[in-house]
């Protein structure tokens, strides 16, 4: 099956938000051309929330810089990287092996920046009566193997399982601390964005998905893992057992507005949107 991913691309100005939407097939036609005075972010969009705040923040202070933002997923964040599309990739995960090599082979040097922590969260609506789950219970959910709630003290209804596709930073993340060996169901449906996400679960009584902390909200009810409450709290103290460090890349050490900005979001100003974000900051 063909699928068709969207992307959120995000221009900031000191005036105005303008966000629109572009198919990830037709990338080079949306944006690559990039003036001077400009930083160019791509990537996660567990990452998105918290750069778009920091990029408000940071063009205020540097009224000449302007700040675009691509949510693409982590995956194409990297391949713009690599392919000089974008000065800095936002990714919800470290670099693969097969990356670090392509990158090499493109006489590129990735620079690997952690900027916050974060707890992806399995969430359900709030219309579904389980609150509780084990990590193994969880893996038998998304493998398929537990196909109706009633088995897990619900309501007598088919298990709808959402998830994120494979370029997703945070579908790597999942498939590493939760289902190691054991591969997401074929049946799931795969969502191109956090955002998407958390509609389909919101509109879904039946469905489970996961995002990162920054995206839970009252229209969705996060799920207790292990005896553990999910959220920034747990994460930091370690806890909560599906925590990961989120990430820029630069191509080289970022230099000139790009450093500015990478040098903004660790600072203790920089750190305080991570926060409002609703991830853990590093300080």
Not at 91 to 108: C, N, P, T, V, Y
Not at 230 to 256: C, H, M, V
Request: proline share 4%.
């Amino acid at each position: 099956m063909e699928h068709l991913f969207i992307m959120q691309n995000t221009i900031f100005s000191r005036r105005r938000v303008v966000t629109f939407v572009c198919a990830a097939s037709a990338l080079a036609a949306c944006g690559t051309t990039f003036a001077a005075g400009t930083v160019n972010l791509n990537g996660s969009t567990t990452v998105l929330p918290v750069m778009q705040q920091v990029s408000e923040a940071f063009m205020q202070k540097n009224p000449g810089v302007v700040v675009t933002i691509s949510g693409t997923g982590s995956g194409n964040g990297i391949k713009a990287l690599r392919d000089k599309m974008t000065d800095v990739a936002m990714s919800s995960r470290d670099l693969k092996d097969k990356e670090k090599k392509d990158f090499e082979a493109h006489g590129i040097n990735p620079v690997k920046i952690p900027v916050a922590l974060d707890a992806i969260i399995p969430v359900v609506s709030p219309k579904n009566s389980v609150a509780s789950l084990t990590m193994e219970q969880l893996r038998d959910l998304f493998a398929g193997k537990i196909k109706n709630w009633k088995e897990l003290g619900g309501a007598d209804a088919p298990v709808v399982v959402v998830g994120r596709d494979s370029s997703s930073g945070t579908f790597e993340s999942w498939q590493e601390l939760v289902m190691g060996k054991t591969r997401v169901s074929q049946r799931a449906l795969l969502q191109s964005s956090s955002g998407g996400v958390v509609q389909a679960v919101a509109g879904n009584p039946n469905a489970i998905g996961y995002i990162g902390v920054g995206y839970l909200d009252s229209q969705i009810k996060g799920l207790v893992v292990n005896g553990v409450q999910p959220g920034a709290k747990t994460a930091q103290d370690g806890t909560w057992p599906i925590s990961r460090e989120l990430y820029l890349f630069t191509s080289g050490q970022p230099q000139g507005d790009a450093k500015k900005l990478v040098d903004y979001t660790l600072s203790a100003e920089g750190q305080q949107f991570v926060s409002k974000s609703g991830f853990v900051p590093l300080k």
